[in-house]
């Protein structure tokens, strides 16, 4: 009996433990893909204690979890290794189960075209290595990285984004390739699609100010931009964008434009104010002398703000009644306050004349009574041209001085060889136009026209000793001895028709003392026309003259002299 129950006995555990053997296996050949689903029983420090079934605990190591610390009775799904391993302990894996049930996931991402999750960790030769879970880490082109051009690299590490896989090779290192732009497009698309549908004309939002342009600056609305043109950041002139927004810089904006086919939109900073151009007219008028500020200085002008919001604009020739300003910058400077006229205004389009010299007198209004003609005074000469000079009567009233007018005999070809720049004249006004801001003045005026006192001495048909000043292809000019000039014209040099003018000329040379006879006379002009022939020609009338007188007389002596000298006489 006692041997029998020992027998049965032994049967009886033989029998449990091929029980508990069969009840193991059948549990690991329900593993699907070597993942098991256990309980965590205990956490220490570094180890995770999973009950997995198996009579003794599989072991895992903390840093498996991540960021997540598990606590005990969490449901966790583990990799069974080996059932028995070290110390017949099972041998476990919580990142070999998750990179399993990931690449399942991927596989169905990949073709179902959808997104995953996905930590940029690190950069790497052409891009970025991106941490999908599970120990799976995939390749991120740099050109898939941002949905614009990327400055710094360093910039992306650490985000945490979703990410489309491009490509997924299923070998023993399971590559992948993943692509955020394309995602971050899609969510721009879907983002402007919404704004366009939710936002209205007038609407105010945020955004950031992204980056500037010379016209403006481009205001990120998450994701996709908005434009703040220069025009729309101040009712005044703006000429720096960078005054008034900043980088960076988080701004509420009103919408005043939306263009969805063009995908476009004009953001305001002005609108959230008054246009003051509303009440201009109740306050400004034409002909108002108001103050304002230069804000701005062009080639042509100077901009200038009656008060936020309304800016106008002096031309250049609006500056001065008198000076001729080459430069704004050489009557105001930016950040002036200056006294101006209102000239006209455009409320349309925003625009206001301004005028600097209008706040001052004319000085040409009493110009006729302050220099009539005749009146004799000292001038500096502040520029010479061609034509002539102009003389500084004061500041600001220049008179022209004109070649012709330096000199009642003297033939003047430049100013420049007798008058020089900053030279003080004694000058006559001449010419006083003040309608036209006109004023001439000469210098021979100062004396008395010679060309007067010579035409009543020498009348044509007289005759003179005179020089040779200048011998010319033309003629030769003749100086008479009160300092006049004419000229003995080439076909009035010899009687002698047959002698060319080349041959008789020869017979001159400057200094030489020569007789002309007056051939005419025009003052106002100031020419007179000598001729040689005439004179021989009148000196031959003379001997006949003297001839037949002698014939009848012969006591009386009657010369050449005596003859001209009547014929003057006649005259």
């Known amino acids: 009996m006692n041997e029998k129950e020992v027998e049965m006995d032994g049967v009886k555990d033989s029998n449990d433990i091929h029980t508990q053997l069969e009840a193991s296996i059948n549990q690991m050949e329900s593993v699907e893909n070597g993942n098991i689903t256990g309980t965590v029983v205990e956490v220490r420090d570094d180890t995770v204690f999973v009950d997995i079934g198996l009579g003794r605990d599989g072991q895992i190591r903390i840093s498996e979890f991540g960021d997540e610390r598990p606590n005990v009775g969490d449901k966790v799904t583990v990799f069974l290794k080996n059932p028995s391993g070290r110390d017949g302990l099972p041998e476990v894996s919580k990142l070999k189960a998750d990179e399993t049930r990931l690449w399942e996931e991927f596989k169905k991402a990949f073709d179902d075209k959808t997104a995953v999750d996905g930590t940029i960790a690190a950069v790497t030769k052409g891009g970025y290595k991106v941490n999908l879970g599970g120990g799976i880490e995939a390749f991120l082109p740099i050109s898939q990285a941002d949905s614009q051009k990327v400055e710094k690299e360093e910039k992306l590490i650490?985000?945490?984004?979703?990410?489309?896989?491009?490509?997924?090779?299923?070998?023993?290192?399971?590559?992948?390739?993943?692509?955020?732009?394309?995602?971050?497009?899609?969510?721009?698309?879907?983002?402007?699609?919404?704004?366009?549908?939710?936002?209205?004309?007038?609407?105010?939002?945020?955004?950031?100010v992204k980056s500037f342009t010379s016209f403006g600056a481009f205001i990120d609305l998450g994701g996709f931009d908005g434009l703040l043109h220069i025009n729309d950041m101040s009712w005044g002139h703006v000429t720096r964008p960078k005054d008034f927004v900043k980088k960076g810089q988080e701004i509420e904006l009103k919408v005043i434009r939306l263009d969805p086919e063009g995908k476009r939109i004009n953001l305001s900073l002005k609108h959230f104010t008054e246009d003051p151009w509303v009440h201009f007219e109740e306050k400004y008028h034409v002909n108002d002398v108001v103050t304002g500020k230069v804000t701005k200085l062009t080639d042509f002008g100077a901009f200038i703000e009656l008060e936020e919001g309304i800016e106008g604009l002096a031309h250049i020739s609006e500056f001065s009644w008198t000076k001729k300003v080459n430069k704004p910058s050489d009557?105001?400077?930016?950040?002036?306050?200056?006294?101006?006229?209102?000239?006209?205004?455009?409320?349309?389009?925003?625009?206001v004349s301004l005028g600097l010299k209008q706040v001052t007198a004319n000085p040409w209004d009493a110009i006729g009574d302050k220099y009539p003609v005749g009146t004799k005074l000292k001038g500096k000469v502040v520029k010479i041209t061609n034509s002539g000079a102009f003389v500084q009567l004061e500041e600001g009233i220049d008179a022209f001085l004109s070649g012709e007018d330096l000199s009642w005999t003297k033939?003047?070809?430049?100013?420049?060889?007798?008058?020089?720049?900053?030279?003080?004249?004694?000058?006559?006004?001449?010419?006083?136009?003040?309608?036209?801001?006109?004023?001439?003045?000469?210098?021979?005026?100062?004396?008395?026209?010679?060309?007067?006192?010579?035409?009543?001495?020498?009348?044509?048909?007289?005759?003179?000793?005179?020089?040779?000043?200048?011998?010319?292809?033309?003629?030769?000019?003749?100086?008479?001895?009160?300092?006049?000039?004419?000229?003995?014209?080439?076909?009035n040099l010899s009687e002698d028709?047959?002698?060319?003018?080349?041959?008789?000329?020869?017979?001159?040379?400057?200094?030489?003392?020569?007789?002309v006879y007056v051939v005419s006379i025009d003052v106002e002009k100031g020419k007179v026309a000598f001729s040689v022939k005439e004179y021989k020609k009148a000196q031959a009338r003379a001997e006949i003259s003297q001839y037949m007188s002698s014939s009848n007389d012969d006591d009386g002596a009657y010369t050449i002299g005596d003859s001209l000298k009547n014929q003057k006489e006649d005259k």
């Open 497 to 515: 028709r047959d002698t060319p003018f080349e041959e008789a000329v020869k017979k001159y040379n400057v200094g030489d003392k020569v007789n």
């Open 331 to 351: 009557m105001v400077k930016e950040g002036d306050e200056v006294k101006c006229m209102i000239l006209g205004y455009d409320i349309q389009a925003g625009r």
């Open 411 to 491: 033939k003047v070809k430049h100013p420049g060889s007798e008058i020089k720049v900053d030279q003080e004249l004694d000058v006559v006004v001449t010419e006083c136009d003040p309608s036209n801001r006109r004023i001439r003045v000469g210098v021979k005026q100062l004396t008395d026209n010679p060309w007067k006192e010579f035409a009543s001495e020498f009348k044509p048909g007289s005759t003179l000793e005179g020089t040779v000043s200048s011998i010319t292809d033309f003629g030769i000019f003749v100086k008479a001895p009160n300092g006049i000039e004419g000229l003995v014209n080439k076909a």
């Open 158 to 208: 650490g985000i945490k984004d979703k990410f489309y896989i491009d490509r997924l090779y299923s070998n023993s290192k399971r590559n992948v390739v993943v692509n955020r732009r394309k995602y971050l497009e899609e969510k721009i698309d879907r983002n402007r699609d919404k704004f366009f549908n939710e936002i209205k004309i007038g609407d105010s939002v945020k955004g950031t």
